[in-house]
């Protein structure tokens, strides 16, 4: 059988384990030889105990854990050719030709330059001597599926990445706790989630919680958004509500692409309307935790269909990703999403919003509208 490895690259999401025992159980079945890496491009790198062979039981009893099993690391070798000469040899001395990086755009960016070089650096290591022609026959080239585990949901040309609805479920526990507390006092409280440069989490939130107000990247707020935001939280008070949730994206930026940041807001609402106003940042609380259903069942429906994919990908196929598409488990060229995910942040930049909101998809403008 043929010989595939899965690794887990960037931020660590719930879910990833479901995916890492979906790969590996399916290439099992299939008759593969499989590998984990551990530690990402890192442990790819370092070779000798960090490429292991997987067996079944292996992936035992890690379907409800958050996290991943295997380690993960944001990798700076890696961007450095001489890394992924090095990465490249481990790969070969195991005769590893097909590989499921689990990661955000960045991961899923650096696989594909890995396999763009992979001829030239594969000549490089001919040429050194340290693999011999017959081994360079045998892996002409590597075939990569991709996975989207990340907390944020901004990758483009999937509606949702895996560990999303996880983290959005710590958020909403998280919300809860403070509201029973902030309706005790009377208070308001600005409350800031993750998702760098992506508003989901912060919108979906708001959205399910009821919030008074949120800010996000993709669609800032009016230039008066001040008064717009506490004439709205007083409206809210003279209603008889006793307190006030406001929730800000991470990467919030006003319409000159200036931060938005929970504390700049929590003094506006402090000092214009008097209310105790306080901020609570969730961290990392919100990346943690066992995986909802969803995300097992994700990660394990995109596993299957990623080791599917690589053995039916010859070594000209391009790198796709393995993506849900309205409920159905779909394969997308890697680098259409990777373009498209660099044209939201390009949009952002420039200060387009419609274009930034229409480049993010279906899953986030249903909720923006
Ligand atoms: O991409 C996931 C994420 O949790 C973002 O929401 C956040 O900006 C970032 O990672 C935090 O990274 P780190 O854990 O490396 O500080």
Redesign the pocket.
């Known amino acids: 059988g043929r010989a595939m490895a899965v690794f887990t690259s960037?931020?660590d999401?719930s879910g990833m384990n479901s995916a890492v025992r979906s790969v590996v159980r399916m290439g099992l079945y299939l008759g593969c030889k499989v590998y984990f890496i551990y530690e990402g491009y890192q442990g790819m790198i370092d070779g000798n105990e960090y490429i292991k062979e997987a067996d079944w039981n292996a992936v035992s009893d890690i379907i409800q854990r958050g996290g991943t099993i295997i380690g993960s690391a944001?990798c700076k070798d890696f961007t450095d050719r001489s890394g992924r000469l090095k990465a490249c040899k481990n790969l070969v001395d195991r005769d590893i030709t097909n590989l499921v990086c689990i990661g955000?755009d960045g991961s899923l960016t650096g696989a594909n330059l890995f396999r763009q070089e992979w001829p030239e650096l594969i000549q490089e290591l001919v040429n050194q001597g340290k693999i011999t022609p017959e081994k360079a026959n045998k892996c002409p080239n590597i075939q990569i599926a991709g996975l989207v585990g990340?907390?944020?949901n901004?990758f483009c040309g999937t509606d949702m990445t895996i560990g999303t609805d996880t983290a959005l479920q710590r958020i909403m526990e998280a919300v809860d706790a403070v509201v029973s507390t902030a309706q005790s006092h009377q208070r308001a409280f600005v409350i800031e989630v993750?998702?760098?440069h992506c508003g989901y989490l912060a919108l979906v939130a708001a959205l399910a919680s009821e919030a008074d107000f949120c800010f996000i990247p993709e669609w800032p707020p009016p230039t008066n958004w001040r008064e717009i935001l506490c004439e709205k939280l007083a409206h809210s008070r003279s209603m008889g509500q006793r307190l006030n949730i406001v929730i800000v994206a991470?990467g919030a930026i006003d319409r000159e692409g200036h931060k938005i940041s929970s504390d700049m807001v929590r003094d506006v609402v402090a000092n214009n309307l008097g209310y105790d106003t306080r901020t609570t940042v969730l961290g990392?609380v919100?990346?943690g935790g066992n995986p909802s259903a969803f995300d097992r069942l994700l990660g394990c429906r995109m596993g299957a269909e990623a080791t599917i994919a690589l053995m039916e990908m010859t070594p000209e196929s391009e790198p796709c990703v393995i993506s849900i598409d309205g409920n159905q488990i779909v394969r997308v060229p890697l680098m259409e999403c990777v373009f498209r995910t660099k044209a939201v942040q390009k949009a952002m930049d420039e200060l387009d919003w419609e274009l930034a909101v229409k480049l993010r998809g279906r899953s986030f403008q249903r909720n923006l509208d």
């Open positions: 960037g931020g999401s944001r955000g990340s907390i944020d901004d993750m998702g760098r991470e990392h919100q990346r």
